[in-house]
């Protein structure tokens, strides 16, 4: 009833494009969807594929003749490491685990700080973390080890998680999340004797869940596929990414465990942006929307 009110009321028109419009708009959508498909496909099958078919000129996208092969000889070469396959697995998932934690938990306190409380240089600092933006990690490689090697971490799993927890994306995102929350909100908490730290993890964490979520993807993403051979020298603390690189420069003969190795390598941080999908659209949707 409320739609036939509505479409008498603007002469039976729809608001939206004509069909024409949304049949293009569809179009393009599924050929850049695909266009942008075809390498994780491409790299899910070439992992099951004999080597006869890796090496078919042209390529074929989709494996004929499914194996294991691949990722049975790239577990045997492992088990033949000086250092346990389990070790290096152990190195990178405390890497990821730790910084991805650390980030969330420095980030969402320092974004609600400047967001909600406008002490002398706040504007400053903020526009200092989006220049931050610019900068890729290799210009501040040199610094970043010059630092670590003053605080004695180099060859120390701290020189990988510190500086993760300074993420600059992962700041500016919280930050301009938190900006949508109610300042009436939190003064009615105020009111009703809450203190600081209660109206952060109480009402604060959770209203902000889709950016955090967001942020713990591309902190798993980069820590996960960090190598960290700037910084960790000891085989024994050497990351999985590096030891799996390893295996992929013996050659030809190792093509196939290289495709193993790269989709093994990608399936972690695949798996965490399927389930978080959702919250990654809803953030990037209300990054730049204020109250």
Known sequence: MKMKKIKKLIGGKRLNRSYGGDAFIVTILVVFGLFF?????????NAFKPMNEIFLFPPRLFVERPTMNNFQDLFILMSKSWVTFSRY???????????????????SMGAFVVSKYKFPGSKIFFNGVIITLMF???????????????LGWVDTFLSVIVPAFAMPMG???LKQFIDTIPDTLLEAAKVDGAKEFRIFYVIVLPMIKPAWLTVMIFSVQNLWNAR????????????????????ITGGIARAGVGAAVTLFVMIVPLVMFIFAQSNVLQTMANSGIKE
Not at 95 to 102: D, E, Q
């Open 136 to 150: 890729s990690g290799y210009v501040t490689a040199i610094p970043n080890y010059l630092v670590m090697s003053q």
């Open 37 to 45: 498909a075809y390498p994780l496909v491409f790299a899910i099958n």
């Open 89 to 107: 697995i152990f190195n990178t998932v405390f890497i990821t685990v730790v910084g991805t934690a650390g980030l969330i938990i420095v980030a």
């Open 228 to 247: 960290a051979s700037n910084f960790i020298y000891s085989e024994q603390l050497k990351t999985l990414p590096y030891a799996l690189g390893q295996i």
């Open 171 to 173: 700041f500016f995102l």
